[in-house]
């Protein structure tokens, strides 16, 4: 009898959640800000977030849709065409290969090599869902705007979570070494970035980089900068760095990219 009485409440906690769906997944909005107008949860997910926020399991969720989003951004994006694979692989030798190697100042070159426009569209999606289960998961704010400011290029995106992130740290506001002016920091670099002006955009990515905050990921962005723009040994420490994290992500790339910039400084191509 015992038994069949918890089945019974299982089953009819199931409906609950399962009927929500219908109503809940076309009006649940971000309760952070009141400019996101637009649906946070993804669908395929809704009701273990749904499970998630009732039984207050957020943080366990989280974490769950934290892989779920390195899973989506770790894979070759399903909206990649066959003819597109192996671009990204080909623009480091067409850089070096150019007789034109030398950039006169930092607006002459922009930056990063970027993944070409329009992969991973939904990442923003996966970064909002995330911090709407945890608010105060600040690696995935930091994770995220760099993610989607520089090796994306879509600054705009970046700004929104970037916003987000204000909103929900804005307590630590009174804190000066807080991850809310961390991410005033992201946001600054970003302004610089849309506005040409990249000297000024480095700078404020140094101080992010100073601060010992940074994940991998803003990391090897700001080492991509520095072999761009030709600050050769400064790269060379940060890739040493990503490669002795044990990062697997970034310790193949990084045998690489100290190998590139090791010949490059052999070569003596300089920054001018």
Do not use: C
């Amino acid at each position: 009898m015992k038994e069949k009485s918890i089945v019974f409440i299982i089953i009819i906690l199931l409906i609950f959640v399962i009927g929500l769906n219908s109503v809940l997944i076309k009006s649940i909005v971000s309760p952070f800000s009141k400019i996101y107008e637009t649906k946070i949860l993804i669908d395929k997910y809704f009701i273990l977030d749904s499970v998630g926020i009732i039984f207050g399991l957020r943080k366990v969720v989280s974490d769950l849709a934290w892989i779920q989003l390195l899973q989506y951004y770790g894979t070759q994006p399903e909206e990649l065409k066959e003819e597109d694979k192996g671009i990204l692989q080909n623009q480091y030798k067409e850089f070096t290969d150019s007789t034109n190697y030398r950039y006169k100042s930092f607006n002459h070159f922009e930056h990063i090599t970027k993944i070409k426009p329009g992969k991973y569209k939904h990442l923003l999606k996966y970064l909002k869902r995330v911090v709407l289960l945890d608010p105060l998961y600040s690696f995935v704010y930091f994770y995220g705007i760099g993610s989607l400011a520089w090796n994306l290029d879509r600054p705009e995106e970046a700004l929104d979570l970037a916003n987000i992130g204000l909103k929900n740290l804005e307590f630590q506001k009174e804190q000066i070494s807080s991850d809310y002016w961390e991410i005033v920091k992201y946001q600054q670099a970003i302004y610089y970035k849309v506005g040409g002006k990249y000297k000024e955009m480095l700078d404020k990515l140094e101080e992010i980089l100073q601060s010992g905050k940074p994940p991998n990921v803003v990391k090897s962005i700001i080492a991509n900068l520095y072999k761009k723009y030709g600050m050769y040994e400064k790269s060379l420490k940060l890739w040493e760095e990503l490669l002795l994290s044990g990062d697997p992500e970034y310790v193949e790339r990084a045998k690489i990219q100290i190998i590139q910039v090791n010949n490059l400084i052999k070569e003596g191509k300089i920054y001018e």
